[in-house]
Each structure stands twice: as structure tokens, then as C-alpha cells.
């Protein structure tokens, strides 16, 4: 083909040319194909059923063991742990659950944490987990399996789901009379929600490293006793011990997500139990839909990508990801009272007790951690899958667009430089070294410039200086925010490249706007695929030499519309239209400024003590690519101003 | 431009002075793709403290730096270890300005070389040739390129020793445009025993100093292994055993460290069966050494630089254990081809190339070794783009080598009936 060993003389290839001149057409095909790809995966023919690679599991070797006497204690500890309650309102029966522990025989400690809050003064906040081991009796302690139960006070504004600790107890005691583990099996009782889970498994991981306490928020301090490398976990969040489904959570910190397999092991064995289980599961009313197939998958997969976008987890489960551990939650949602099913309160939950069973026992026989399956996929259905080599090339057309944009702008520089000059000046013929007399210096600073001011977004807001300010969390990151986007906005106006910068700006921009996609997309496909949908057609409509005025400020308006604040302000609006449809415009639009701005608080918080880099991601990254596209999409040249004096001495 | 180089000069040396005092040091310093088991600086210091111990270093498999340079390196390290990162920087800036001599005296010598041949010169192809201004262009690219590339900037502060290999190879090829056999010959034995491949830099000076007369050649290369033959006898006397030599040359030669790199050889040796493993071993060395020579060495015969920088970017792509900072160096001699500059196609793409691959390194080994839900093909996927990518420009450098001197008696436009003629290759 000569692709490398091409004997013509000239660099000036007619394919380029003609391509050079349908740029965008080929762009927007790309990207069209991007997108229909993307579509066309939810169509049956597109993805795989799901199947068990890791032999050592083995679903369904064993009959369960797990009696009525299990749910009996369950319903028991329930009664009990509900009359504590009543002396608890906002606090933790840590005695309560410590002494049952104890009573059931377990290897028995608590761990205490505390967080100081980064802002309204420093306040500091302290947490207790409670932990029993059960030493596996046939190893010395080198590996185990993690079984966590969130406690929920009765003052807290989510849904309650005390029956998890007795169901928790209720398995402890059933594993603590066998004697085949060859796990040690840790039950963990968390409380204040993730922030407990993250200071129990950074003390699990680095409690004996002495913490450097001057800027770290989270003081997780150490644990007394520790079970080996963890190889999976489970939470357990349960509403009632009479359900109706479950719902199987997946999505964790910075949208990674547990091996396939561990997914596939819990919906086998709950298929198994007869519990209805399924990703992202609803009520029965609602699943019965009129929707055809093909859009049902889609939904589901949207709604994966949503979740998985925001890099939040939303679940326990999410953070043990971050140290390699497998885990995922199964929320179990209560059944609304119908006379129809009679339910049998002595043996309602045994069903989820045989699940759990089966879980432990299979999660027992691992022989290492999971690696057979996938961990890069995106469910369509509860048994179907779409695996990263069917998905990533809608995001590789994507972010094709805009490198196939750069390298026609970059070889057609000469032929456009020409132009330009024939018209303008006089002929100047120089061409030879037009490509390397471009500014290269003052791009550079200008990207460096604007690299700086991302990063500042970045840091200031946990200065001390700035966090002395009288001000809240919220309208502090806030103000923050939008002062460095203001500066952005007007960097354009002050600063003007000279001749050929505007171009080489544009190149770079492509550049690394195509580089930064692909590593978010390597890192989390849904949000590199989400701001791909996004922004890839304003990149693309960008063009700095356009002279149609009607085209650039349609540019000019579309690229404001994309700063990164105002798309979050968008998003937040639509959420809270969705949610309270009853509100005035004018109600709806503060209501959602002001829920904005907590968002880029809580970003803020979460990257500083989960270690979510959304909101570097914002700041560091997508702000300095919006405003190197503003600097585009105005397109000041030195030319115009000199003009512009002229006119006004005149 | 006195002051300009010394400008540069020092603008170059506070970046890395800079960026040394950060955090990205010590990241630098682990990163696979400048640290490598050969010269990561981590292994240095371990070899500094087996010797102050009274250990021979080259017993275990850790320290694979040469004997000299470490006794040197320990009197450093233990006196005044707060200092290393300035010698480092220090050595770095040496490197810098000898390739801007190096390329000042390159372009005399071409300029000369052209009053001479002027007249075969067909007539539209000013630009092919190197005009005066290039004396001060050309060798302040070279000076950008070197100073002021990441790769170069990280490599510096990441305290790998490519640092000082990259300052011998500079060494050795301004000797050799100084026409200094001895030095290059001493400074080549050097630098080969360090790290084996620079062995085929051998034929530049064969082609410079000895291309009428056999019996010169036989001369020099006798004078080379005598040379070589000198520094392992300074080493073992150093060291007072020869284990340093399985240490260093045999440790290059057998591959025995599978550590991964932006190399070509860790994949391949994972994932075979072992007892192939001497068979691809030499298919491999050889690869990296002797297979490109003779071709290039007859093409090149009147170009001993541009051999030199082809087989040292050769060098860079194939050997066993390449880092960065290898590519860094040859990316900064480059600029000596200005003239070829026209006829490199690929140029763009191959920039876009790094730098997709060398962004999607990070994110695949964070995601492999790290968050392990990626693996070992993920990151060797951007590896062997990235080689790719920089065979891609070697191709393209020969090419427009061949066509500019095509082009320079044949004139850049061929008319055959008033229409351009198409060349092709056969």
C-alpha cells in the first residue's frame, strides 16, 4: 500500500484535500455512527447472554443449610434491636450489637473514626463501626470475606433498613456452627452511611501507616484485629425481613464496577432461592410496561451509564472497589401489604437467608480473586450484557472526530495560510516554513494559562485563607467556580494571539480534547461517553475562520451553553422539574441554583475524602477545554483590532 | 545568540530544578516508563548500599549499573546525596549544549560540503539545501528539543541513568563530528559495556575513518575491543570479580528481569513457552542490533550522522530495556534533518500518536495495577502503538533522506510532457 514507503515527492495528498473540504460532513458521520452503535447495542443481536467463567464458584453445588431457626432469630433480634431503637433516635446501639456479637461467639471489635469536616470551621465529627471476625477454622487467616450491614438511626432522612443487622446476625450465627470456611469471614455493622465503610477500609488497608494528619480530613485511625486480603464483599441493605425484590447494586466509586461474574453468582443463586432479583429492579406494577424490547434495554442502559456517570457510589459496596475487593450491595425492598399473597411471618426472609448462604458458600470456594470475567461492561438486561470491545467503539468514533479534524485543519494550514494572504496583503508566497514559524511560544503560555486556571478551581477552595471567609460550603465552592469561569470568559477579550495562533489553538484544542475523551472513557465510559454526546458536534461546528456572522454566534451561543456550570445548572434543573413538577419557574430556578451549588460542594467533599475525581475532572480538566473553545469561537484576531482604534479615532 | 543559548540554557535547567523539588519526582522515579530495571535510580541507591555493606552488589538481581559508575555515584550519593538532582540536571544541561555544538559544527560542515557540489544542485531547490541561518536554527531546535521535551524533563528529575547515557552518546557524537577517533572510540567502549546496544555505533566511525581501506577498519575495531577489553579490566579491578559482567551485559543479553516497559520484549517473553525462550532471544537481539546495521550502513555511506541518529532511534525502539528518556534523545536530533523536514509525511500523525499512547499509558496501567480491572494486554496494546508510532518516524526520516537527495540533483518538480511526473519505487 506505500503507507510507509510512499516514493512521491509531494506531502500534498488529493485525498486529504478533498476530505479537508467536507471536514465536518465526515465528522458528523462519524459520530452519527458513534451514536447509532451505541443505539444499535441494545438490539438482542448486539450483546451476549450472561454466563459463569470462574468454574471455582460453582452456584448451586450445595443444598443450604440455613434452617427456619435462622429467620426465627432474625425476627427476635428484629424485636429486640426495635425496642433499642426507641432510645437510640439519632445514635448507634453499639452496645446492643457489640454484646450480640460477643453472645453468637464472634472475635469482637469496634473501631472509632473521625472526620474533620474541611469547611464551616473545621468541626469534627467522630463514628464507631463494630466488626466481628469468625477465623476460618481451616486457614490461618490469609484471606476473607467481608459482610457489611449499614445502621440507620431512626432520625435519618433515608429509607430505613434496620431489619440488615438482625439478618446479618441471624447468618453469623448459622456460620459460626460450620466448619468449612476456608475464609475468615468478617460481619461488619457501619454507621453515617459510606463514611463509615470508607474509614473502616482505610483503616483496614493503611490503619499502620502513621497518618499525615495535617491535610487529611478523614482520621480512620487503626483496627485491632484484621482478616488477610479481602477477596469479596457483600451489603446487605434490608428493608423488612418480608421482601418483595431485590435490587442488586452494582455501580462504585468512579464507576468502576465489581467482576461480572460476582453479579451473575448473586442473580443465579437469588434465581435459585425464587427471590425476584434483577439489576436495577423495580416494583412489580411498574415492570409490567407496554415497552418493546428494544427500549426497555436501552432504558436499562441509560440508567447504568447515569449512575455510573457521576462516579458516586451508590451504595457501600462502591468503596471496596478501589482496594481491588469485589463487592456489590443487594438492597431488598419491603413488600407492600397485599391480601392476595399471604405471607407467613415465621419464614419469610429464609428465602434471603438460603441466598446469602449460597453466596458466602460459593464466594468460600474462590480459589483467588476474580478475574475471569469482565469488569468493563454494561448490563442491558438482568442476563445480558454489552462487554468494553462491543462499546468502545462508539466511543472510538467519538473521539475519532476530532482527531481526524485536527490532522485535515493541520494539513491544509498551508493552503489556507495562502489564501488568507492572497486576499489581505499583498502575495506572500512563503510557504515553506509556515508551519514552523507558527507561535508556538504563546499558545503554549496561553494553554499553560489556562491549565493554571483550572487548577486553581482545584485548590483554592480548601486554602485556609479562603475557608477563614464567612461564607458556607456551598456558595464558597460556588463563588469559586464561577469567578475562575468569568475569568475564562474574559481571558479571550484580553489576550489575543497573534497570527496563526487562533489556528494552532484550535489544533491543540482538538488534540487534547480527543486525548483527555479517551482516558475518561478508559477510566469511566459513562461519563466520557455522555461528554462525548455532548460537546463532540460543538467541537466539531468550531471554525475559526469563518466569515458568516450568523454561524458564529450560533457557535458563540452553543459553546456558552456547554460551560461545564452551566450544563451541571441544566442538569440540576431538569432533575428538579422531574421532581417537583409543582413548583413556579421562578421557585424551580432558584430551588435548582441553590441545589447546584451543594452539588459542587459535595464534589468537592467526595473527591477530598472518597478520592471522586468528578470534580477534578470539571475543574482541572473540561473548564480549560471550554475556554480555550470560547477563545475559538470568538476568534479575536490582532487584525480586526487594529481596525477597530482606527474606526473609533475616525 | 550567545545569549539566547545561555538563555535557553538556563531557562532549561530551572524547569528541572523546578519540577525536581515536586512531588513528580518520586512518581517519575517509580514509573515504568522511565524507570526501568536498568536505570532507575532506585536500584542505585540499593547497589550503593550493598557496597557500602561489603556486598557484592552483582550477586543478587538487582543492580545492574556498571562498577565504575557506581563506586562513583556512592562516594556521591553518601557525601552529598541533597546534591545529586543538581548533578543530574547539571549533566542533563551538558548534554544539551554538547548537541548544540555538535549541531553548529554539523551544519559548517554541510555548508562546505555544499560550495563544493553546488554545481550538480538542480536549480529550484534552495530550501533543500542548508542555508547560513540554519547555523543558529538548527542547533537552537536541537537545543528546544532536548531541553525542554517532557520526556527528557522527566527522565532528568526521575533520576534515571539514561541521563548519563544520553550525555555519553552526545559525547560520543560530538567526538565523532570532531573527528576524534580515540574519544569516541573510549567514550563508545564506555557506553557499550554500560548498556551492550551502542556496540553497532561502531559502523559510523568505520564509515567515517577507515571507508577506503579494510586494513584501517580491522585497525579500528581491533583498537575498539581493546578499548571495550579496557574498561571491563577497570571494572573488575573495581570490583575485584567478574559477576558485574553477568550483572550488567548479561543481564541485557538474557532478558531475565520481565518487569513491563514501553518495550517490545516483556509481552513476547511472558507469554512464550519457555523452551523457545533462547531461539527468540536471539532472534530478538539481534533485531536489536546487527539486523538494521548493514542495509543502513550501505545506504547511509555518505552520511555517518544520520546513521548514527537512526540506529540510536533504532536503539531506542528495540532494545531490551528502553525507557523514555532513550526516545527523548533521539527526538532531539531531529532537528539536524530540518532539510528533509519537507518530505516527512507523517510527522503529525506520528506527534498525535505519542501523545494518544503516552496519555493512554497512565490510564491502562492505573487501571491494570491498581484498580486491577484491566490487564497486561491493555497496557501492551498502547506500548505497541507507541513503538509504532515511533517506527513510523524513523521510516518517514529515511524516506525524506532519500527523496531529498533525489530531489537536490534532479530538481523538486520532474516534468515528463509538460505533465508531473509520478515517481514510483521499485
Known amino acids: 500500500m506505500g503507507l510507509l514507503s510512499d516514493p512521491s515527492l509531494s506531502t500534498h495528498n488529493k485525498l486529504v484535500d478533498n476530505l479537508a473540504k467536507h471536514v465536518r460532513k465526515v465528522c458528523y458521520a462519524f459520530y452519527t455512527a458513534g451514536v447509532v452503535w451505541f443505539l444499535c447495542l441494545a438490539l438482542p443481536e448486539f450483546n451476549h447472554g450472561t454466563y459463569l467463567s470462574e468454574n471455582a464458584l460453582s452456584p448451586g453445588l450445595v443444598y443450604p443449610e440455613i434452617r427456619i431457626d435462622a429467620n426465627r432469630l432474625a425476627v427476635q433480634l428484629l424485636e429486640e434491636l426495635q425496642r433499642e431503637r426507641k432510645d437510640h433516635q439519632s445514635t448507634t446501639p453499639h452496645a446492643w450489637i457489640l454484646a450480640k456479637f460477643n453472645e453468637f461467639g464472634l472475635e469482637t471489635h469496634t473501631h472509632n473514626y473521625s472526620l474533620r469536616y474541611p469547611f464551616g470551621g473545621g468541626k469534627e465529627f467522630h463514628g464507631k463501626n463494630i466488626y466481628g471476625i469468625l477465623r476460618a477454622p481451616r486457614i490461618g487467616s490469609t484471606e476473607g470475606i467481608v459482610f457489611s450491614a449499614p445502621y440507620r438511626a431512626p432520625s435519618s432522612v433515608h429509607v430505613e433498613i434496620s431489619p440488615s443487622v438482625p439478618l446479618l446476625l441471624a447468618f453469623a450465627d448459622f456460620a459460626r456452627r460450620k466448619n468449612y470456611w476456608a475464609k475468615d469471614l468478617i460481619f461488619l455493622v457501619t454507621e453515617q452511611e459510606q463514611l463509615g465503610m470508607q474509614a473502616w477500609l482505610e483503616a483496614y488497608h493503611d490503619g499502620d501507616k502513621t497518618p499525615d494528619s495535617s491535610n487529611s480530613y478523614l482520621l480512620s485511625g487503626n483496627l485491632p484485629a484484621r482478616a488477610g486480603s479481602l477477596q469479596a464483599a457483600l451489603n446487605i441493605e434490608v428493608q423488612d425481613l418480608e421482601i418483595d425484590y431485590v435490587d442488586v447494586k452494582i455501580e462504585g466509586l468512579n464507576g468502576k464496577l465489581p467482576n461480572l461474574d460476582m453479579f451473575n453468582l448473586v442473580q443465579r443463586i437469588m434465581a435459585r432461592e425464587g427471590v425476584t432479583s434483577g439489576y436495577k429492579q423495580t416494583p412489580r406494577k411498574k415492570r409490567r410496561s407496554s415497552l418493546s424490547n428494544f427500549e426497555q434495554n436501552l432504558r436499562q442502559m441509560l440508567a447504568m451509564l447515569a449512575t455510573q456517570s457521576s462516579g458516586v457510589p451508590n451504595g457501600n459496596h462502591g468503596l471496596f472497589h478501589r482496594y481491588r475487593i469485589d463487592a456489590l450491595t443487594i438492597s431488598a425492598a419491603k413488600r407492600v401489604t397485599n391480601s392476595n399473597v399471604k405471607s407467613n411471618p415465621t419464614s419469610s426472609a429464609v428465602p434471603l437467608l438460603k441466598a446469602i448462604e449460597g453466596i458466602a458458600r460459593s464466594l468460600n470456594n474462590l480459589l483467588e480473586r476474580f478475574h475471569q470475567s469482565f469488569f468493563f461492561y454494561v448490563i442491558v438486561h438482568n442476563d445480558r450484557y454489552i462487554s468494553i470491545g462491543d462499546y468502545m467503539p462508539a466511543l472510538v468514533a467519538l473521539v475519532a472526530c476530532s482527531f481526524i479534524k485536527a490532522y485535515l485543519t493541520w494539513s491544509t494550514l498551508d493552503a489556507s495560510a495562502i489564501v488568507l494572504s492572497q486576499e489581505t496583503i499583498a502575495l506572500k508566497p512563503d510557504t515553506k516554513s509556515l508551519k514552523l514559524s507558527l507561535p508556538y511560544g504563546s499558545v503554549l503560555i496561553y494553554l499553560a494559562v489556562v491549565l493554571l486556571i483550572g487548577y486553581l478551581a482545584n485548590v483554592l477552595p480548601l486554602q485556609h485563607y479562603i475557608l477563614e471567609l464567612p461564607l458556607n460550603a456551598a456558595p464558597l465552592t460556588a463563588t469559586i467556580l464561577i469567578a475562575l469561569s468569568l475569568i475564562g470568559f474574559v481571558l479571550p477579550f484580553v489576550v489575543i494571539l497573534p497570527d496563526g495562533g487562533l489556528e494552532l489553538l484550535h489544533i491543540s484544542l482538538l488534540l487534547i480534547y480527543g486525548c483527555t475523551l479517551i482516558v475518561i472513557g478508559l477510566l469511566n465510559f459513562s461519563l466520557g461517553f455522555f461528554v462525548g454526546v455532548l460537546t463532540v458536534p460543538m467541537v466539531v461546528a468550531l471554525n475559526t475562520s469563518t466569515r458568516n456572522s450568523t454561524l458564529r454566534s450560533l457557535a458563540r451561543v452553543w459553546t456558552l451553553l456547554l460551560n461545564p456550570l452551566v450544563v451541571i445548572y441544566i442538569i440540576v434543573l431538569v432533575m428538579s422539574f422531574h421532581q417537583f413538577p409543582e413548583l413556579t419557574m421562578q421557585q424551580l430556578l432558584l430551588r435548582a441554583a441553590t441545589a447546584a451549588m451543594d452539588a459542587a460542594a459535595f464534589a468537592l467533599v467526595d473527591s477530598v475524602i472518597y478520592g471522586n475525581w468528578l470534580y477534578f475532572a470539571i475543574c482541572t480538566i473540561f473548564l480549560p477545554i471550554w475556554i480555550i473553545c470560547w477563545t475559538l469561537a470568538l476568534a479575536r484576531r490582532r487584525g480586526n483590532e487594529i481596525h477597530q482604534p482606527k474606526l473609533k479615532t475616525n | ?426
Open chain 2, 1 to 426: 545568540m550567545d545569549f539566547k543559548f545561555y538563555k535557553l540554557l538556563l531557562l532549561g535547567g530551572a524547569v528541572r530544578l523546578y519540577f525536581s523539588g515536586t512531588s513528580l519526582a518520586s512518581l517519575i522515579g517509580n514509573r515504568v516508563e522511565f524507570a526501568t530495571p536498568l536505570n532507575s535510580f532506585k536500584r542505585v541507591q540499593e547497589g550503593v548500599f550493598l557496597l557500602q555493606q561489603g556486598i557484592d552488589p552483582y550477586r543478587g538481581d538487582l543492580v545492574h549499573e556498571t562498577p565504575l559508575l557506581l563506586k562513583a555515584l556512592s562516594g556521591i550519593l553518601l557525601n552529598y546525596a541533597q546534591l545529586l538532582p543538581i548533578l543530574y540536571i547539571l549533566l542533563d544541561l551538558c548534554t544539551g549544549s554538547l548537541l548544540y555544538f555538535l549541531s553548529r559544527r554539523f551544519v559548517e560542515q554541510k555548508l562546505q560540503e555544499q560550495r563544493l557540489e553546488r554545481k550538480d544542485y538542480a536549480k529550484d531547490t534552495e530550501e533543500l539545501q542548508y542555508s547560513a541561518d540554519d547555523n543558529c536554527n538548527i542547533s537552537e531546535l536541537v537545543l528546544l528539543a532536548y531541553l525542554f521535551n517532557p520526556l527528557t524533563i522527566m527522565s532528568c528529575i526521575g533520576l534515571t541513568s539514561t541521563v548519563l547515557s544520553n550525555l555519553l552518546l552526545a559525547m560520543y557524537l560530538y567526538a565523532m563530528i570532531r573527528r576524534q577517533l580515540l574519544v569516541c572510540l573510549a567514550l563508545l567502549a564506555f557506553e557499550t559495556v554500560r548498556s551492550l546496544y551502542p556496540v553497532v555505533l561502531i559502523a559510523p566511525l568505520l564509515l567515517l575513518f577507515a571507508r577506503h581501506s579494510v586494513s584501517r577498519g580491522i585497525g579500528i575495531l581491533m583498537l575498539f575491543a581493546t578499548c571495550c577489553l579496557a574498561v571491563v579490566g577497570a571494572n573488575f579491578l573495581v570490583m575485584n570479580s567478574w559477576n558485574f559482567l553477568d550483572g550488567t551485559l548479561g543481564f541485557i543479553f538474557y532478558f531475565r528481569d520481565l518487569q513491563p516497559n514501553i518495550g517490545l520484549f516483556w509481552y513476547f517473553f511472558t507469554e512464550m513457552f519457555e523452551h523457545f525462550r533462547t531461539m527468540f532471544l536471539i532472534t530478538f537481539q539481534l533485531n536489536a542490533t546487527v539486523l538494521y546495521l548493514v542495509p543502513l550502513s550501505i545506504k547511509l555511506r555518505k552520511e555517518p550522522l544520520l546513521l548514527a541518529t537512526v540506529l540510536v532511534a533504532l536503539m531506542a525502539v528495540f532494545r531490551a530495556y528502553p525507557s523514555l528518556g532513550d526516545v527523548g534523545f533521539y527526538l532531539a536530533l531531529l532537528p539536524l534533518w530540518r532539510r528533509c523536514w519537507k518530505f516527512m509525511a507523517h510527522g503529525f500523525v506520528v506527534f498525535t500518536f505519542f501523545l494518544i499512547t503516552l496519555s493512554m499509558m497512565g490510564a491502562l496501567w492505573h487501571l491494570w495495577i491498581y484498580a486491577g480491572s484491566a490487564n497486561a494486554n491493555f497496557y501492551f496494546g498502547a506500548t505497541l502503538a507507541f513503538c509504532t508510532g515511533q517506527i513510523f518516524l524513523i521510516t518517514d526520516l529515511l524516506f525524506a533522506h532519500v527523496k531529498r537527495e533525489f530531489c537536490l540533483y534532479n530538481g523538486q518538480k520532474i516534468m515528463i510532457d509538460g505533465e508531473e511526473a509520478r515517481i514510483l519505487l521499485e
